[in-house]
């Protein structure tokens, strides 16, 4: 069955980078994209960014462009998150899920990584 | 970026009875290709969201044929026509045409 795994939660001081992986199984990784979203605490969702996991192929949400970078290691079946200049308002849990680009849904979600920025 | 606006943002509601939940996009989200890019998930208290409705009306596999959704353009709903216990979360629409955005989300609660 589908899978994505996240990497486990982070303390990271304002100003520094963290990085969090989401490692697939269950389907063939470079058929499908894997976005990324997250969730401060208590709000809602917010969309952060896609990749295609078959080019490597990006698009961003404008609020973090410059600051996020999303990449993929085909060899692994693992996508990365990397977000840099943390600010407080950067604490939230981030998730990475399945996107299948002939539907553009999400059908499979990580299980989340709560990232913290405090000093 | 596209807003998306739903209502109300809280419910709650008796099990067996109905509920709706109205989002409105700032734009349409009829694409070229003739798909509209509307999507409802639902979060459940303590999980990842799930996949409940595609392309406006599109139920997700597994998903019971007591939600259904309806819309077109800018306006579109999300019914359930008999609210059981295990409906209770938040429910969010969400805009796939161009850099996808939520809606604010929906708690639904039971009576």
């Known amino acids: 069955q589908v899978q994505l795994v996240q990497s486990g939660a982070e303390v990271k001081k304002p100003g520094a980078s963290v990085k969090v992986s989401c490692k697939a199984s269950?389907?063939?990784?470079?058929?499908?994209?894997i976005n990324w979203v997250r969730q401060a605490p208590g709000q809602g969702l917010e969309w952060m960014g896609w990749?295609?996991?078959?080019?490597?192929?990006?698009n961003y949400a404008q609020k973090v462009q410059g600051r996020v970078t999303l990449t993929t290691d085909t060899s692994t079946s693992t996508a990365y998150m990397e977000l840099r200049s943390l600010r407080s308002d950067d604490t939230a849990v981030y998730f990475c899920?399945?996107?299948?680009?002939?539907?553009?849904?999400?059908?499979?979600w990580g299980q989340g990584t709560l990232v913290t920025v405090s000093s | 970026d596209i807003v998306m606006t739903q209502t109300p943002l809280s419910l709650s509601v008796a099990p067996g009875q109905a509920a709706s939940i109205s989002c409105k996009s700032s734009?349409?989200?009829?694409?070229?290709?003739?798909?509209?890019?509307l999507y409802w998930y639902l979060q459940k208290p303590g999980q990842s969201p799930q996949l409940l409705i595609y392309?406006?009306?599109s139920r997700f596999s597994g998903v019971p044929d007591r939600f259904s959704g309806s819309g077109s353009r800018t306006d579109f709903t999300l019914k359930i026509s008999r609210v059981e216990a295990e409906d209770v979360g938040v429910y969010y629409c969400m805009q796939g045409i161009h850099r996808d955005t939520f809606g604010q989300g929906t708690k639904l609660e039971i009576k």
């Open positions: 392309e406006v009306s």
């Open positions: 899920a399945r996107y299948t680009s002939t539907t553009a849904f999400l059908d499979s």
């Open positions: 734009q349409s989200l009829l694409h070229t290709d003739g798909k509209t890019y």
């Open positions: 269950g389907y063939t990784f470079t058929s499908y994209g």
């Open positions: 990749i295609s996991a078959y080019n490597g192929n990006t």
